[in-house]
Structure formats: C-alpha cells, structure tokens
C-alpha cells in the first residue's frame, strides 16, 4: 500500500525540540520537492518548510531559524527537525510530496501536492 507516514510528535514545553518524520512506502520521493504543512482546526494549512530534490531548503519566515528540514533518499525519509518551540507552533503537522518529479512550481501552496500522510499532533505549552 503507496502511504506517507509522519511520526514524532507530542506535547512538550515551550523552549523545547521535537523531530518530526516522515516514512513514504511504495513511493519514491527522491525526484520531488517535499514539503511539511501544518493547520489549526478551522484555520487552513499553512507552508512550514519545503525541500527540493537536490536539497535546497525553503522556509515559512514564522520556523526561520528554528526549523531543518532535510531528507535522506536512500532511505526514503524526510525529516523536520524543530527547535525553539513555541505554543505558536502548535498545530498538526503533515508532510506531503509534490504533484510533478524535478518541479518547483508553487511549492509552498498545498494545492501542488498530490500524495500527504495523515498528520502528527505537536502540542507546545507556555
């Protein structure tokens, strides 16, 4: 079964860090941008950080400097390393591949992504 699979998150204090995964099987992710997204209930998704093929790294300017994305292709593995965290950053978290293999089109808009996992709850107290 093709899936994106995001593990990682939890409750923590603000100040803290979490390491947010993301496992795709019967998918390659190595041709395309891959991005995290997160959403408030009744708030739409917003962009966090996206990363390309070659691993170029794009950032939301609310996570600069806190967030790392980086990605491991052998393994099939993207990754949002976040650091700094604020109740702000509260919010469910996904990570989600890009429509089009080698595009950049759009990248931080959810509407160029086809393929997303089911989202992990990160939940950051003052």
């Known amino acids: 079964q093709e899936q994106l699979v995001e593990s990682g998150g939890g409750l923590v204090q603000a100040g803290a860090s979490l390491r947010l995964s993301c496992a795709a099987s019967?998918?390659?992710?190595?041709?395309?941008?891959m991005g995290w997204f997160r959403q408030d209930p009744g708030k739409e998704r917003e962009f966090v950080a996206a990363?390309?093929?070659?691993?170029?790294?794009y950032y939301a300017d609310s996570v600069k400097g806190r967030f790392t994305i980086t990605r491991d292709n052998a393994k099939n593995m993207v990754y949002l390393q976040m650091n700094s965290l604020k109740p702000e950053d509260t919010a469910v978290y996904y990570c989600?591949?890009?429509?089009?293999?080698?595009?950049?089109?759009?990248?931080?808009?959810?509407?160029?992504?086809?393929?997303w996992g089911q989202g992990t709850q990160v939940t950051v107290s003052s």
């Open positions: 990363i390309s093929w070659s691993g170029s790294t």
């Open positions: 019967g998918r390659t992710l190595s041709m395309y941008y």
């Open positions: 989600a591949r890009n429509k089009l293999p080698y595009s950049s089109i759009n990248y931080v808009r959810p509407t160029a992504y086809d393929y």
